[in-house]
């Protein structure tokens, strides 16, 4: 028996891997050159190889492609990060880190190699008391989870690493599991302020999981499948014409994508819901006993997170790899998802540069009184928008108007009972 | 293929027989995690994918951290417990609770006439399963998710009663 055919005896799961990859689909003659590039060179890299092996090559490319594409960007973000808040606080950010063996300052643009090459040549230490082997296996737990977020997110309407039939399940399994990695490398870290960061981040996913989870099940409802790629397809068709039926512009949609988008903030501890770091208060919390690469690695994981999250937020409520108007499409849909994919991550770290860090308690309140009884209302306003999906003519406006009153009443009904007693501050001894 | 089975059974049952005998209690709930995470492999294995990561995102997600959050709430020193590990009440109790569930497992098991003919395998979508869930089997869904609403108020209730006066704490 061949390898590939044994792997699939093993592993069911691993010969859908190679059966839904991009190239064994039947492409569409419609699409351009330039949107089939990515195949076409793959298909020149892997073309020579038998059959049997070309699945393998296929999966292992996805694989590296995606890590690297990914590094580049976590490299990059760090660097527009750096420079975005420097811009916000009116100062110029790192401008200083020359191009190697050119000595060429171009704006700070070579400032993630040397933060890399600073990371590697520091000294990797282990707290005496620590948990050697959690503390350790922290960091690459963190990572691999993160990464594996990445694989099931359609980069384009030929890119999709893992095609399941229950590719939004995926995503959450594998996304659960990165805030136990936090808590491990806080517990193992031995330290006061660690060990607070690691209950924190419990209480922190707890209580976000619930609501980022009950978001998404509108989505599920509307498209009836928990593939990604359908869910994106879904959203192809035009209203009048032109105007995109993206999921985020019916009522349901809006509401649902500001309920993940700030539930996604605090599933990868981004500002201001960063309090298992929380430099001020835990002296960077779970991260404080770490140093050299393996504190790297948790960045690297915390970007990753960032960009699966956003990438599920383009996915499931703007449309994913759609463009936004119809004779806009001649672009290629991997570059769309880009766009939306950077304009997200750019709202993420305005947000962080805007807001000031919440407190726990403040957190846990948001969480449970506001965002998961409008996360359950939009549920219902959602099966209400599926049950009237035939209204036509003039029952039409009033089916928005009650969908949009379904979410609105409440809203305001419970942003008014969050905010009570807290009302204007005074200050008694400031100016 | 049976070798892989073995190798996941032999993981999962090694990692719940070693959280048992570990002294540090997180040590035991984190191989705990492990164990369940073998299952959702074995659920992998099966080619049930979408069992697999419901698995995976409750119990590896979510149960873990009331098991944690419970360990860590109360006091898991050992010189904080009242009373004595080793008497013979709590043996006879242990014996009888872990002999009704490997009674129950055992008859469930020879009751279960074995076939020999191999199974087709059934090729479900999602659809199929949810309105599977949602029609004929919406009991024991209902019943899973009664199951794990007690384990969830088991921890609230654990982490809330544990909570004794230490003369040092008083002002």
């Given at each position: 028996?061949?390898?590939?055919?044994?792997?699939?005896?093993?592993?069911?799961?691993?010969?859908?891997?190679?059966?839904?990859?991009?190239?064994?689909?039947?492409?569409?003659?419609?699409?351009?050159?330039?949107?089939?590039?990515?195949?076409?060179?793959?298909?020149?890299?892997?073309?020579?190889?038998?059959?049997?092996?070309?699945?393998?090559?296929?999966?292992?490319?996805?694989?590296?492609?995606?890590?690297?594409?990914?590094?580049?960007?976590?490299?990059?973000?760090?660097?527009?990060?750096?420079?975005?808040?420097?811009?916000?606080?009116?100062?110029?950010?790192?401008?200083?880190?020359?191009?190697?063996?050119?000595?060429?300052?171009?704006?700070?643009?070579?400032?993630?190699?040397?933060?890399?090459?600073?990371?590697?040549?520091?000294?990797?230490?282990?707290?005496?008391?620590?948990?050697?082997?959690?503390?350790?296996?922290?960091?690459?737990?963190?990572?691999?989870?993160?990464?594996?977020?990445?694989?099931?997110?359609?980069?384009?309407?030929?890119?999709?690493?893992?095609?399941?039939?229950?590719?939004?399940?995926?995503?959450?399994?594998?996304?659960?599991?990165?805030?136990?990695?936090?808590?491990?490398?806080?517990?193992?870290?031995?330290?006061?302020?660690?060990?607070?960061?690691?209950?924190?981040?419990?209480?922190?996913?707890?209580?976000?999981?619930?609501?980022?989870?009950?978001?998404?099940?509108?989505?599920?409802?509307?498209?009836?499948?928990?593939?990604?790629?359908?869910?994106?397809?879904?959203?192809?068709?035009?209203?009048?014409?032109?105007?995109?039926?993206?999921?985020?512009?019916?009522?349901?949609?809006?509401?649902?994508?500001?309920?993940?988008?700030?539930?996604?903030?605090?599933?990868?501890?981004?500002?201001?819901?960063?309090?298992?770091?929380?430099?001020?208060?835990?002296?960077?919390?779970?991260?404080?006993?770490?140093?050299?690469?393996?504190?790297?690695?948790?960045?690297?994981?915390?970007?990753?997170?960032?960009?699966?999250?956003?990438?599920?937020?383009?996915?499931?409520?703007?449309?994913?790899?759609?463009?936004?108007?119809?004779?806009?499409?001649?672009?290629?849909?991997?570059?769309?998802?880009?766009?939306?994919?950077?304009?997200?991550?750019?709202?993420?770290?305005?947000?962080?540069?805007?807001?000031?860090?919440?407190?726990?308690?403040?957190?846990?309140?948001?969480?449970?009184?506001?965002?998961?009884?409008?996360?359950?209302?939009?549920?219902?306003?959602?099966?209400?928008?599926?049950?009237?999906?035939?209204?036509?003519?003039?029952?039409?406006?009033?089916?928005?108007?009650?969908?949009?009153?379904?979410?609105?009443?409440?809203?305001?009904?419970?942003?008014?009972?969050?905010?009570?007693?807290?009302?204007?501050?005074?200050?008694?001894?400031?100016? | 293929?049976?070798?892989?089975?073995?190798?996941?059974?032999?993981?999962?049952?090694?990692?719940?027989?070693?959280?048992?005998?570990?002294?540090?209690?997180?040590?035991?709930?984190?191989?705990?995690?492990?164990?369940?995470?073998?299952?959702?492999?074995?659920?992998?294995?099966a080619g049930a994918e979408f069992v697999a990561f419901a698995q995976l995102l409750v119990y590896v997600g979510a149960i873990s951290m009331v098991v944690l959050f419970a360990v860590l709430l109360t006091r898991?020193?050992?010189?904080?417990?009242?009373?004595?590990?080793?008497?013979?009440?709590?043996?006879?109790?242990?014996?009888?609770?872990?002999?009704?569930?490997?009674?129950?497992l055992v008859a469930a098991v020879l009751g279960t006439a074995p076939s020999s003919v191999p199974a087709a395998v059934p090729s479900l979508t999602v659809r199929q399963l949810g309105l599977a869930l949602m029609?004929?089997?919406?009991?024991?869904?209902?019943?899973?998710?009664?199951?794990?609403?007690?384990?969830?108020?088991?921890?609230?209730?654990?982490?809330?009663?544990?909570?004794?006066?230490?003369?040092?704490?008083?002002?």
């Open positions: 028996m061949s390898l590939p055919g044994q792997l699939s005896v093993l592993f069911p799961l691993a010969s859908g891997l190679g059966a839904s990859s991009p190239l064994a689909a039947v492409l569409p003659a419609s699409d351009s050159a330039l949107e089939r590039l990515p195949l076409t060179l793959r298909g020149l890299l892997t073309g020579w190889l038998p059959a049997s092996w070309q699945w393998l090559a296929n999966s292992l490319i996805a694989i590296v492609v995606l890590i690297v594409a990914f590094a580049s960007l976590f490299a990059l973000l760090t660097l527009a990060e750096r420079k975005i808040l420097g811009r916000v606080q009116n100062r110029p950010g790192p401008n200083r880190a020359p191009l190697p063996f050119l000595n060429l300052r171009t704006y700070g643009l070579a400032q993630p190699v040397a933060d890399g090459v600073k990371m590697l040549t520091k000294e990797d230490i282990v707290p005496d008391g620590a948990d050697r082997v959690l503390h350790f296996l922290a960091p690459i737990a963190l990572l691999a989870f993160s990464i594996l977020t990445l694989a099931v997110i359609p980069y384009g309407r030929l890119l999709v690493a893992l095609d399941l039939d229950a590719s939004v399940l995926f995503f959450f399994a594998a996304g659960a599991a990165t805030e136990l990695a936090v808590f491990m490398a806080g517990w193992a870290s031995r330290n006061k302020y660690s060990l607070l960061a690691a209950m924190r981040a419990l209480a922190q996913l707890i209580s976000y999981e619930l609501p980022l989870l009950l978001s998404v099940v509108p989505v599920v409802l509307m498209a009836g499948s928990l593939s990604t790629s359908v869910i994106v397809e879904r959203q192809g068709e035009w209203w009048l014409g032109f105007l995109p039926r993206w999921y985020v512009f019916t009522p349901w949609g809006l509401a649902g994508f500001l309920v993940f988008f700030v539930a996604s903030l605090a599933e990868s501890n981004r500002s201001p819901f960063d309090l298992p770091e929380a430099e001020s208060e835990l002296i960077a919390g779970h991260l404080t006993e770490y140093s050299g690469f393996k504190y790297a690695l948790f960045f690297m994981a915390e970007y990753f997170g960032m960009c699966a999250l956003c990438g599920m937020a383009v996915t499931l409520f703007l449309g994913g790899w759609q463009a936004p108007l119809p004779f806009l499409s001649f672009i290629p849909s991997y570059l769309w998802f880009a766009g939306k994919l950077l304009a997200l991550l750019g709202v993420f770290m305005w947000i962080r540069a805007s807001f000031p860090r919440l407190r726990i308690d403040q957190l846990t309140r948001l969480a449970w009184k506001f965002l998961v009884p409008l996360a359950l209302i939009n549920l219902g306003t959602t099966a209400f928008w599926s049950l009237t999906a035939d209204w036509a003519g003039l029952l039409q406006p009033l089916r928005w108007l009650i969908a949009a009153g379904l979410i609105a009443g409440p809203f305001l009904l419970l942003g008014r009972n969050l905010s009570k007693g807290l009302g204007p501050r005074t200050y008694r001894y400031a100016a | 293929m049976t070798t892989v089975l073995l190798c996941l059974a032999l993981f999962t049952v090694a990692a719940a027989a070693v959280a048992m005998a570990m002294r540090n209690l997180i040590h035991s709930a984190l191989l705990l995690v492990a164990s369940w995470a073998g299952i959702a492999a074995f659920y992998l294995w898991h020193s050992r010189l904080d417990f009242d009373r004595e590990p080793e008497t013979r009440g709590r043996v006879r109790l242990a014996l009888f609770t872990g002999g009704a569930v490997c009674g129950v029609g004929p089997h919406a009991a024991s869904l209902l019943a899973v998710g009664v199951v794990l609403t007690v384990a969830l108020l088991g921890g609230v209730v654990l982490a809330a009663s544990a909570r004794h006066s230490d003369p040092e704490d008083a002002p």
